[in-house]
């Protein structure tokens, strides 16, 4: 079975300066997506990132880039230039994909992370 | 924003009643999900659906029943309602079929059971 660990309960960072997200994972999968998603105090779950295991190229979407590790089963999310918006529950998701592939999501335990003026 | 909506938004209701959350969809994806949200847990799959009458257990499916008559609704049934149950629960929505990435939540709905 997958699970996904989220060592951090809670962080908090200054406005513009940049922030670091931990997650691990284990399992025994070669192909699966890993994500993050950003649960803002409207507990609306917005995808903020996504990464391919096979891709070894980390990916970035504006100002949040991800550190992924796959043989540490690390992945990492880094805020730049943070904001006030950005305050909110971050929650890493693993997903397994294959033939029998069902689109099941496993969470972390979430990290609130609070930005501060 | 994807057509993902779930009734009630809220509920109270009380321990030993029956209590059933409905999720609508209007993209026509194959896939639905039932998750709920507690602290210290994150999301935990309930149950899911990769088609019509087509359900299968999550990993926390003790105490809950799900139906999908149509492709559009996800109904997630609380037989006998305990406090343990009070939660935050969540439907998702996915084409599959190789974009399973592309998962869109709902709102939620904060269930209290007294």
């Known amino acids: 079975a997958q699970t996904v660990t989220q060592s951090q309960p809670e962080m908090s960072v200054q406005e513009a300066e940049t922030v670091t997200l931990s997650c691990t994972y284990d399992t025994s999968e070669n192909n699966y997506y890993l994500f993050w998603y950003k649960q803002p105090p409207s507990r609306q779950m917005i995808l903020v990132i996504r990464?391919?295991?096979?891709?070894?190229q980390n990916a970035t979407e504006n100002r949040f880039s991800v550190n992924f590790q796959k043989a540490a089963k690390s992945f990492s999310l880094k805020i730049s230039d943070s904001q006030l918006g950005d305050t909110a529950m971050y929650f890493c998701a693993f997903m397994k994909l294959g033939s029998s592939n069902t689109g099941k999501l496993i969470f972390g335990q979430g990290t609130t992370l609070q930005v501060k003026p | 924003d994807a057509g993902i909506t779930q009734s009630p938004r809220h509920k109270v209701t009380e321990t030993g009643t029956p209590v059933t959350l409905r999720c609508h969809q209007t993209?026509?994806?194959?896939?639905m999900y039932w998750y709920r949200q507690d602290p210290g847990h994150g999301l935990r799959l309930i149950h899911y659906?990769?088609?019509?009458?087509?359900?299968d257990k999550g990993e926390v499916s003790d105490g809950y029943s799900v139906s999908r008559s149509k492709t559009e609704d996800f109904l997630l049934t609380l037989e006998s309602a305990t406090s343990s149950q009070t939660s935050v629960y969540f439907c998702?929505?996915?084409?599959?079929?190789?974009?399973?990435?592309?998962?869109?939540f709902g709102p939620g709905t904060r269930l209290t059971v007294t």
């Open positions: 998702a929505i996915s084409p599959g079929t190789g974009t399973f990435y592309e998962q869109y």
């Open positions: 993209e026509n994806h194959r896939y």
């Open positions: 990464q391919e295991a096979y891709k070894q």
């Open positions: 659906s990769y088609g019509v009458k087509d359900t």
